[in-house]
């Protein structure tokens, strides 16, 4: 998901924030893991009534699996990468590491590598990829903006 917020140079440039789509809401995850783990504790009972008495320790084992597995699919869907692109500066940055990409804007180059499926930011050797976690048609998209920003902070759209 592409967000366009207002830049924070006095109303010139632009800032782009980047997230992944995600599909769920929590309440939707937790009733998915509800779901999934109330229909495998119904089969667990039913085999420990049928003479299984590993059934409900499995379920117990499956239940924990289940829990840590969309607990990562939520945690990954909370990256981001931050743009912000200004008359002094382009800057990319991400909630995990901070501050990964400063350059003045008129040294920044956009790289389409790929047919659109890697996008970068490179200024005097240094190289960074934004929106990887994105979709095919929101990288264009993405591309596209990034063109208009950085042509508007050089002044090469005059």
Do not use: C
């Amino acid at each position: 998901m592409i967000e366009v917020v207002p830049s924070s140079w006095g109303g010139q440039g632009g800032r782009l924030r980047l997230r992944p789509p995600r599909a769920l809401t929590r309440r939707q995850f937790v009733m998915l893991f509800a779901a999934l783990s109330g229909a495998m504790w119904v089969v667990a009972m039913l085999g420990w009534w049928g003479g299984n008495a590993f059934a409900p320790v499995f379920a117990l084992l499956h239940s924990g699996i289940v829990a840590a597995a969309l607990r990562a699919l939520w945690r990954s869907g909370e990256r981001g990468e931050d743009i912000s692109i200004g008359p002094e500066a382009v800057e990319v940055s991400t909630p995990q590491a901070g501050q990964v990409f400063r350059a003045h804007p008129y040294w920044v180059r956009l790289r389409i590598e790929q047919g659109g499926e890697r996008i970068s930011l490179a200024s005097s050797g240094r190289q960074v990829q934004v929106g990887n976690f994105l979709g095919p048609a929101e990288r264009q998209e993405l591309a596209g903006k990034l063109q208009d920003l950085l042509a508007a902070a050089n002044g090469r759209n005059r």
